[in-house]
């Protein structure tokens, strides 16, 4: 089955502690976005790739850090500087030449 | 900076009835998309309106754009339970910022017999 996959499901994090969350996807798709979700509130962008080895910073990058080394996975990086991590995560992707970007299932993140 | 309002955030409709959700943008764009998202889940793409006057219907929802009017609007027909969930309409911004989306807050819809 082609698709988004974002694990884990729950992660929770401890003080001073940096979380990966991981979004892979087997859709061939070249864009790769981050976004943030605050209860009640729509969505935020944090990091986006157009392509491998390249990513630019969304509205909402500070404390977050990403890479792109390969064309399927676009793996989340919560620092210890992000310091009000608690929330709902969402990977999105997109192919070249197609205006729908496709979703993951969520990462919920929450500070013990 | 692009800033996109939906209207209202929170609607409570009875079965049967029909209704119209409100996305207004402030600048310039002529990529415009509606998702719904159930609870705890993630965001299912419903409808891509490119161009104004554009128009497109699935089952009970039909969504429009007025690109002057920097305007969308998600109409529902004939509400039924199984359309509750949360509608994000989200503005591309086009331009080099080509596949950035700026989302509104989102229209809590809840369904009742």
């Known amino acids: 089955d082609g698709g988004i996959t974002q694990s884990p499901k729950y992660l929770f994090r401890k003080e001073g502690q940096n979380v990966t969350l991981s979004c892979e996807q087997n859709l061939n798709h070249d864009a790769m976005y981050w976004y943030r ?3 009640g509130q729509g969505l935020r962008l944090i ?3 157009q392509i491998v080895n390249d990513f630019q910073k969304g509205d ?14 676009f793996p989340l990086t919560v620092t210890s500087a992000q310091k009000n991590p608690t929330a709902f995560y969402l990977c999105a992707s997109r192919t070249r030449g197609s205006n729908i970007q496709y979703f993951g299932a969520g990462t919920r993140l929450s500070v013990l | 900076e692009l800033k996109v309002e939906q209207n209202p955030l929170f ?8 209704y119209t959700i409100y996305c207004n943008y402030s600048t310039t764009s002529d990529r415009l998309y509606w998702y719904r998202q159930d609870p705890g889940k993630s965001l ?4 891509v ?3 104004n006057g554009a128009v497109k219907q ?3 929802l039909m969504a429009s754009l007025d690109t002057k ?3 969308s609007t998600l109409h529902i027909t004939a509400a039924v339970h199984d359309l509750s969930a949360t509608y994000f309409c989200a503005v591309d911004r086009g331009g080099t910022s080509y596949g950035k989306l700026t989302f509104g807050q989102g229209t809590i819809l809840t369904v009742h017999p």
């Open chain 2, 58 to 60: 699935e089952g009970r």
């Open chain 1, 47 to 49: 990091y986006y790739s």
């Open chain 2, 44 to 47: 299912e793409s419903l409808f």
């Open chain 1, 37 to 39: 979700q605050d209860p």
């Open chain 2, 49 to 51: 309106l490119l161009s």
């Open chain 1, 60 to 73: 909402i990058a500070e404390g977050y850090s990403v890479s792109r080394e390969k064309k399927e996975s």
């Open chain 2, 11 to 18: 609607l409570s409709m009875q079965e049967g009835k029909n």
């Open chain 2, 69 to 71: 009017a920097r305007l």
